[in-house]
Nanobody, 123 residues
Framework: QVQLVESGGGLVQAGGSLRLSCAASGRTFSSYAMGWFRQAPGKEREFLAAISNRGFRTYYADSVKGRFTISRDNAKNTVYLQMNSLKPEDTAVYYC????????????????WGQGTQVTVSS
């Protein structure tokens, strides 16, 4: 069982930056691939980024490639999403996810989800 708690969301102006954090419970964090999704009002959940259990591989959605960076610190059981050059269309609830298989995150068939954190980008 993995519990995920996101933090770092908030209100930011267009062009600004935010860093989301996700703290995971358990002693097996380094066994799990991690990722981030988001869901905007009236839209389906969207895959954003994924990182392998040791951080050697990363994947990004085209919509955020070059603006968002996923990273992890296995000593702190934490995964991060650095978001730069934010746009109003980035406004959404952002979810941290975990799965033993990196491919499951990329394809959206994820085992564990956090509660989400709201990110609002004003124009």
């Amino acid at each position: 069982q993995v519990q995920l708690v996101e933090s770092g969301g908030g209100l930011v102006q267009a062009g600004g930056s935010l860093r989301l954090s996700c703290a995971a419970s358990g002693r097996t964090f380094s066994s799990y691939a991690m990722g981030w999704f988001r869901q905007a009002p009236g839209k389906e959940r969207e895959f954003l980024a994924a990182i392998s259990n040791r951080g050697f591989r990363t994947y990004y959605a085209d919509s955020v490639k070059g603006r968002f960076t996923i990273s992890r610190d296995n000593a702190k059981n934490t995964v991060y999403l650095q978001m730069n050059s934010l746009k109003p269309e980035d406004t959404a609830v952002y979810y941290c996810v975990a799965d033993l298989a990196l491919e499951s995150i990329v394809t959206g068939t994820v085992t564990y989800w956090g509660q989400g954190t709201q990110v609002t980008v004003s124009s």
